[in-house]
């Protein structure tokens, strides 16, 4: 042991350390994908926390240029059970030590992923603390009651971009062996117009969301998080679009706002973070799950057809179903815990769902709300 993870309760789990040296404070969450973990890592929705991999090999397949959700990784802390020190791919670059390291990412292997992940399922999330410099139980917990909870917190402003920027990637299509890399033109699916203008408000952008918009046939315009509805409409977009994120949905009263000066000014269409915030936007309230929904085997239930989709998630609150209007439905249910998953208003040209349709990682069950989205647009 050189390593130490200490929970706010004090129960403490002994590791070895493979990435950066230091100590780090989070939300100890755990993800339950087989793969993808390196769009779990630089999912920007994770800032914040600690991620627990319950599959127990990582790092398997290395790290390669075109997985990372973002630029480099969000997540607070990372732990596993086996770190794997060979990696084999023809699309990684580099290896996950090493890229956690780069980015300075305290990362703990040997860890009791199982033990950690039934206590935090029975005692819910919450803080904890890692270091590799010391071994101190009791002073790693009161570091961890130190950390600032994750109710009341607003990390979406801080993970989110600063500028205007336009978008035209698409999914890549394949990748060159020999380089890791996908060659724009060939390889890449770009677009520099598109049948339908998006603006996408960033609160914690993933780029295959962005992806996925431009597949579909839209040319997107990323704006910061406060940025005023007048300055949106502005654009003149044919739609709009709620990003993921990480953070509290109840404190970002700023986009609550904006979001229902647009309800009926344009189509709307928000993801995690996002439905919760259209949720806020429309009348009602978000509470804090017990240890969340992270992982790629989700099944929620369509309850205009009752179709089953499996999907990815990475979320710790909730829209309260009792707290919403009449012209507010809701669409799906997560069959594990029959939480609020999906919601359409009546009235306005607007729907949000709570998982993550992009696949990355994860099913691709639930691409066709993307085409929903574009339905909508092409409809006014």
């Not at 791919?89 to 860890?111: C, M, P």
């Not at 035209?168 to 996908?182: D, F, I, R, S, V």
């Not at 509290?248 to 269409?269: E, M, Q, S, T």
């Not at 429309?282 to 804090?288: A, I």
Request: glycine share 12%; charged share 20%.
């Amino acid at each position: 042991m050189d390593a130490l993870l200490v929970l706010e309760d004090g129960r403490s789990f002994e590791g070895r350390s493979f990435g950066a040296s230091g100590e780090t404070t989070g939300e100890v969450v755990f993800a339950t994908g087989m793969t993808g973990y390196q769009e779990v890592l630089t999912d920007p929705s994770y800032a914040g926390q600690i991620v627990t991999m319950t599959a127990p090999h990582i790092g398997n397949t290395g790290v390669n240029l075109l997985d990372g959700e973002a630029e480099q990784p969000q997540v607070a802390g990372f732990l596993v059970r086996a770190y794997s020190e060979d990696y084999s791919s023809w699309r990684a670059r580099t290896g996950l030590s090493q890229y956690l390291r780069e980015h300075q990412i305290v990362a703990l292997t040997d860890i009791d992923t199982r033990a950690l992940t039934r206590h935090i399922r029975q005692a819910g999330a919450m803080r904890a603390a890692i270091s590799t410099e010391r071994v101190d139980v009791e002073a790693l917990a009161a570091l961890a009651r130190s950390a600032a909870p994750m109710v009341g917190l607003d990390l979406a402003s801080g993970v989110g971009t600063r500028t205007v920027y336009r978008w035209t990637e698409g999914t890549p299509l394949e990748w060159e062996p020999a380089t890791g890399t996908a060659e724009p033109g060939g390889t890449i699916r770009e677009t520099s117009g598109g049948s339908h203008h998006v603006v996408a408000y960033d609160f914690g952008l993933k780029r295959n969301i962005l992806r996925k918009l431009v597949d579909h046939g839209c040319h997107v315009t990323v704006v910061p998080s406060d940025t005023p509805a007048e300055e949106v409409l502005a654009l003149k977009p044919d739609g709009v679009f709620l990003s993921n994120g990480p953070g509290d949905p109840a404190v970002l009263r700023y986009a609550v706002a904006n979001i229902r000066r647009l309800l009926g000014k344009a189509p709307l269409f928000g993801i995690c973070l996002g439905h919760q915030l259209m949720g806020l936007a429309v009348g009602g309230q978000t509470f804090k799950l017990p240890y969340g929904h992270h992982g790629c085997n989700h099944p929620v239930k369509d309850l205009r057809d009752g179709h089953v989709q499996i999907t990815s998630q990475n979320h710790g609150f909730a829209v309260d179903a009792e707290t919403l209007p009449p012209d507010v439905v809701v669409t799906h249910r997560n069959l594990n815990d029959g939480t609020v998953e999906g919601l359409r208003h009546a009235r306005y040209p607007a729907f949000s769902v709570q998982y993550h349709p992009e696949a990355a990682p994860g099913p691709h069950d639930a691409d066709p709300l993307f085409t929903e989205f574009v339905d909508m647009m092409e409809r006014g």
